[in-house]
């Protein structure tokens, strides 16, 4: 089925018509992420040369995606945004809330009982408002997106920050908040930074063990966690026709590691294959007929270094297998260094259970390389030494690989087959285990790897690889363990080596499923029909925000100043804790509470002003904002790193924390606090940071005279009664301003009106 064909129509017919104007007045040879950024601007009128890093421009995305963590934010916002529907095709997907524990079936179960208020919300809202909603157990979001509404030179955003997953189909696809999903649903602008470019040139082809997964474990591993933050990563070369289209989704998804605002590959043959195979064959059609356009310009593709800020080049015929962490997805090494690092750090050596799937690694062609490895161990007569689990992408996925025989093989060497949903990537994992806080190791085939994010263990070292590495490391049960090199003794005393992987891009019998899990909107609700218990413990409804107020920004007290990692799961914790996300009161009870106190080392312990004594975070802003005071938290480099959960801003914001001041900010998230009237400010100078004491109280000065590119001062009394001041700086343009002075992006929106 094509869903939204009458827009997928308009849009090709008018494509090669916007590209010849985008020509005619830039004069100069394009890449594919400015043909298609150039195309979906706002007010075609506004066409012009922006300068990348620097100008802030408006959007017109064709679609927005929601999941189900996410969506209940952002459709109880987009309630108050007082629209009759939703202005471009729009979805919510039931993917997060599903904990991963005894297997699919009990669990899809339990997750529709203890979910069901916050599904049938979801569900009647999107009804009411023209939204498709997939229900639980049809899949990851990414995966389903990509199966169904992923289009070549389009341009979609989603309430998670793995969106880019569809420039897999050479798809401008940007991870953004609840609030700017909003934007696009109410038919307004959409505004974004016009991004940098890196290059990525790929030459070659893979072989042997390497995967689409390397790829990016490796560029990680180049471009750091804050490497491509502002920057598209779009891949050129004759090594991308070598990847499927999964693969490039692949690659495409794990670039939220590096910051990349999105990345996406060139259109080809393999992807209209891929549009093919999941009964798009009108969709490759149209995108075939203007497919020079649906990739760089080749004068681009000849003199790279002219046209991208930077230019990076992997050569695919010598890349190896990587295996990147702990706690970090760009620590990358070769899996040939891989045994020395294990050992010189002093990792748990013991490999303890063996992840796959997820949004990043669940297509076919990853589930059919990994089971080749699966079923060697019968072949091979080799013993399994680790619990293996597998998330498929979707229902569509499962259904084929169960009847192509690729379920039985993960079953038969002891897999446990989870639903078709995040699960233990995001925290979703209700793990057995004999200590939780137990030094460990754990491979998969994820994105993410932070401390404490699959399990809540801080001490689980968690690594990812692709899923033939991990499954062959799941056998092995050794983190050590080399597979292209290394021998397994099996059951005979026999010492024998694991073959390469093989598999299917796409199954040869053609996709099958039953019920992929599909409810289209039912036109005859009406908003009365959308019902929030008052005294519910999930769902909560919004109230606005108060307006810009000079006073409220001065004398505030230091609510934490964090030192190290600060991530969207270090302010916002998920696992647990998703089951608030439509009731901001309560999922502010969470308030980085992962955050590591700079003065103690503690996480969760900060001095209260008011009581001279040590309290929670969220029990310390509480405490300021009862008695009207506002206050500040202070950070370091890349604040806010991972996720798209709006709630890292709504939850200080609600609590009354008016600024962040930090180091530097993750793209998604200082998009986010924008959006909900905070104050997003770093130093000027860096090394302020060390200015600030435990027990400071701090203003902001100049904000009478806010205005871009206009430093703002910071003021410092210290306990003691000496002052000190500094600069901070922002990246606020004018319409940002307003949003700050209205409250927030939504009350601008209001008043507006």
């Given at each position: 089925?094509?869903?939204?064909?009458?827009?997928?129509?308009?849009?090709?017919?008018?494509?090669?018509?916007?590209?010849?104007?985008?020509?005619a007045?830039?004069?100069?040879?394009?890449?594919?992420?400015?043909?298609?950024?150039?195309?979906?601007?706002?007010?075609?009128?506004?066409?012009?040369?922006?300068?990348r890093?620097?100008?802030?421009?408006?959007f017109?995305?064709?679609?927005?995606?929601?999941?189900?963590?996410?969506?209940?934010?952002a459709?109880?916002?987009?309630?108050?945004?007082?629209?009759?529907?939703?202005?471009?095709?729009?979805?919510?997907?039931?993917?997060?809330?599903?904990?991963?524990?005894?297997?699919a079936?009990?669990?899809i179960?339990?997750?529709?009982?203890?979910?069901?208020?916050?599904?049938?919300?979801?569900r009647?809202?999107?009804?009411?408002f023209?939204?498709?909603?997939?229900?639980?157990?049809?899949?990851?979001?990414?995966?389903v997106?990509?199966?169904?509404?992923?289009f070549?030179?389009?341009?979609?955003?989603?309430?998670?920050?793995?969106?880019?997953?569809a420039?897999?189909?050479?798809?401008?696809?940007?991870?953004?908040?609840?609030?700017?999903?909003?934007?696009?649903?109410?038919?307004?602008?959409?505004?974004?930074?016009?991004?940098k470019?890196?290059?990525?040139?790929?030459?070659?082809?893979l072989?042997?063990?390497?995967?689409?997964?390397d790829?990016?474990?490796?560029?990680?591993?180049?471009?750091t966690?804050?490497?491509?933050?502002?920057?598209?990563?779009?891949?050129?070369?004759?090594?991308?026709?070598?990847?499927?289209?999964?693969?490039?989704?692949?690659i495409?998804n794990?670039?939220?590691?590096?910051?990349?605002?999105?990345?996406?590959?060139?259109?080809?043959?393999?992807?209209?294959?891929?549009?093919?195979?999941?009964?798009?064959?009108?969709?490759?059609?149209?995108?075939?007929?203007?497919?020079?356009d649906?990739?760089?310009?080749?004068?681009?593709?000849?003199?790279?270094?002219?046209?991208?800020?930077r230019?990076?080049?992997?050569?695919?015929?010598?890349?190896?297998?990587?295996?990147n962490?702990?706690?970090?997805?760009?620590?990358?090494?070769?899996?040939?260094?891989?045994?020395?690092?294990?050992?010189?750090?002093?990792?748990?050596?013991?490999?303890?259970?063996g992840?796959?799937?997820?949004c990043?690694?669940?297509?076919?062609?990853?589930?059919?390389?990994?089971?080749?490895?699966?079923?060697?161990?019968?072949?091979?007569?080799?013993?399994?030494?680790?619990?293996l689990?597998?998330?498929?992408?979707?229902e569509?996925?499962?259904?084929?690989?169960?009847?192509?025989?690729?379920?039985?093989?993960f079953?038969?060497?002891?897999?446990?087959?989870?639903?078709?949903a995040?699960?233990?990537c995001?925290?979703?994992?209700?793990?057995h285990?004999?200590?939780?806080?137990?030094?460990?190791?754990?491979?998969?085939?994820?994105?993410?790897?932070?401390?404490?994010?699959?399990?809540?263990?801080?001490?689980t070292?968690?690594?990812?690889a692709?899923?033939?590495?991990v499954?062959?490391?799941?056998?092995?049960?050794n983190?050590?363990?080399?597979?292209?090199?290394?021998?397994?003794?099996?059951?005979?005393?026999e010492?024998?080596?694991?073959d390469?992987?093989?598999?299917?891009?796409?199954?040869v019998?053609g996709?099958d499923?039953k019920d992929?899990?599909?409810?289209?909107?039912?036109?005859?609700?009406?908003?009365?029909?959308?019902?929030?218990?008052?005294?519910?413990?999930?769902?909560?409804?919004?109230?606005p925000f108060?307006?810009?107020?000079?006073?409220?920004?001065?004398?505030?007290p230091?609510?934490?100043?964090?030192?190290?990692?600060?991530?969207?799961?270090?302010?916002?914790?998920?696992?647990?804790?998703?089951?608030?996300?439509?009731?901001?009161?309560?999922i502010?009870?969470?308030?980085?509470?992962?955050?590591?106190?700079?003065?103690?080392?503690?996480?969760?312990?900060?001095?209260?002003?008011?009581?001279?004594?040590?309290?929670t975070?969220?029990g310390?802003?509480?405490?300021?904002?009862?008695?009207?005071?506002?206050?500040?938290?202070?950070?370091?480099?890349?604040?806010?790193?991972?996720?798209?959960r709006?709630?890292?801003?709504?939850?200080?914001?609600?609590?009354?924390?008016?600024?962040?001041?930090?180091?530097?900010f993750?793209r998604?998230?200082?998009?986010?606090?924008?959006?909900?009237?905070?104050?997003?400010?770093t130093?000027?100078?860096?090394?302020d940071?060390?200015k600030?004491?435990e027990?400071?109280?701090?203003?902001?000065?100049g904000?009478?005279?806010?205005?871009?590119?206009?430093?703002?001062?910071?003021?410092?009394?210290?306990?003691?009664?000496?002052?000190?001041?500094?600069?901070?700086s922002?990246?606020?343009n004018?319409?940002?301003?307003?949003?700050?002075?209205?409250g927030?992006?939504?009350?601008?929106?209001?008043?507006?009106?």
């Amino acid at each position: 089925m094509v869903y939204d064909l009458d827009m997928l129509k308009a849009f090709y017919a008018s494509f090669e018509k916007k590209i010849g104007r985008v020509r005619a007045v830039l004069q100069r040879p394009l890449t594919l992420a400015e043909k298609i950024l150039y195309t979906h601007l706002y007010d075609d009128a506004q066409l012009k040369n922006y300068e990348r890093g620097e100008d802030y421009v408006n959007f017109r995305p064709d679609r927005v995606a929601m999941q189900d963590a996410t969506a209940q934010m952002a459709l109880l916002q987009f309630i108050n945004a007082g629209k009759d529907s939703a202005a471009v095709p729009s979805t919510v997907h039931c993917d997060h809330l599903i904990q991963a524990y005894k297997g699919a079936g009990p669990d899809i179960a339990t997750a529709t009982e203890t979910n069901r208020e916050v599904y049938d919300f979801l569900r009647d809202v999107s009804s009411r408002f023209g939204i498709g909603f997939w229900k639980p157990g049809a899949g990851i979001i990414h995966q389903v997106v990509l199966e169904n509404y992923a289009f070549p030179g389009g341009m979609m955003v989603g309430t998670d920050s793995h969106t880019p997953n569809a420039g897999g189909l050479g798809m401008v696809a940007i991870g953004v908040g609840g609030a700017d999903a909003v934007d696009v649903m109410t038919g307004m602008e959409w505004e974004l930074k016009m991004p940098k470019l890196i290059g990525v040139h790929l030459t070659g082809s893979l072989n042997g063990w390497a995967s689409p997964k390397d790829v990016i474990l490796k560029l990680a591993g180049i471009l750091t966690v804050k490497g491509g933050t502002n920057a598209i990563i779009e891949y050129f070369g004759e090594g991308t026709a070598s990847l499927s289209a999964t693969g490039k989704a692949t690659i495409c998804n794990m670039g939220a590691e590096v910051g990349a605002t999105t990345s996406l590959f060139p259109y080809d043959d393999r992807m209209a294959v891929y549009l093919k195979a999941t009964g798009r064959e009108s969709v490759a059609e149209m995108a075939g007929k203007v497919a020079n356009d649906l990739r760089a310009d080749a004068e681009v593709v000849a003199n790279p270094s002219a046209f991208y800020d930077r230019v990076i080049e992997i050569n695919l015929s010598e890349l190896e297998p990587y295996i990147n962490g702990p706690f970090t997805p760009d620590a990358a090494t070769p899996i040939s260094e891989f045994a020395e690092k294990v050992l010189v750090n002093g990792y748990p050596r013991k490999m303890e259970v063996g992840l796959i799937g997820s949004c990043t690694n669940s297509s076919y062609q990853d589930l059919s390389r990994a089971a080749s490895i699966a079923r060697q161990v019968a072949e091979k007569h080799l013993a399994v030494a680790a619990p293996l689990i597998v998330n498929p992408g979707s229902e569509q996925i499962r259904a084929t690989a169960e009847r192509d025989g690729m379920i039985d093989a993960f079953q038969k060497i002891g897999a446990t087959i989870m639903a078709n949903a995040c699960g233990p990537c995001i925290g979703q994992w209700k793990r057995h285990t004999d200590d939780p806080v137990r030094k460990n190791s754990i491979v998969t085939s994820f994105n993410r790897n932070f401390a404490k994010r699959a399990d809540g263990n801080p001490n689980t070292h968690a690594f990812v690889a692709s899923p033939e590495i991990v499954t062959a490391l799941t056998i092995a049960g050794n983190l050590c363990f080399n597979p292209l090199t290394d021998t397994l003794i099996n059951e005979n005393g026999e010492s024998v080596k694991l073959d390469m992987p093989e598999g299917e891009e796409l199954p040869v019998k053609g996709f099958d499923v039953k019920d992929p899990g599909y409810i289209a909107p039912d036109k005859g609700l009406s908003s009365s029909d959308i019902i929030i218990d008052p005294n519910s413990k999930r769902l909560q409804k919004l109230s606005p925000f108060a307006p810009f107020n000079p006073l409220n920004f001065e004398r505030m007290p230091l609510l934490i100043k964090t030192s190290g990692k600060c991530t969207t799961d270090h302010i916002s914790m998920a696992g647990p804790w998703l089951r608030f996300r439509g009731h901001l009161e309560n999922i502010s009870d969470n308030l980085l509470m992962g955050a590591v106190n700079a003065f103690n080392g503690k996480t969760n312990e900060v001095f209260n002003q008011l009581t001279n004594e040590y309290d929670t975070v969220s029990g310390t802003a509480k405490s300021y904002k009862m008695h009207g005071i506002s206050s500040i938290v202070v950070a370091e480099e890349n604040y806010g790193e991972g996720s798209s959960r709006e709630h890292a801003a709504l939850e200080p914001r609600f609590l009354g924390v008016k600024a962040v001041l930090c180091k530097s900010f993750a793209r998604i998230h200082e998009t986010n606090l924008k959006k909900q009237g905070m104050l997003a400010l770093t130093f000027v100078n860096k090394d302020d940071y060390n200015k600030i004491k435990e027990k400071d109280i701090l203003s902001v000065k100049g904000l009478e005279s806010f205005a871009p590119d206009k430093n703002l001062t910071i003021e410092i009394i210290h306990p003691d009664g000496s002052l000190e001041s500094f600069e901070a700086s922002h990246t606020y343009n004018n319409l940002q301003i307003e949003w700050f002075k209205a409250g927030s992006a939504l009350n601008y929106l209001a008043n507006k009106k």
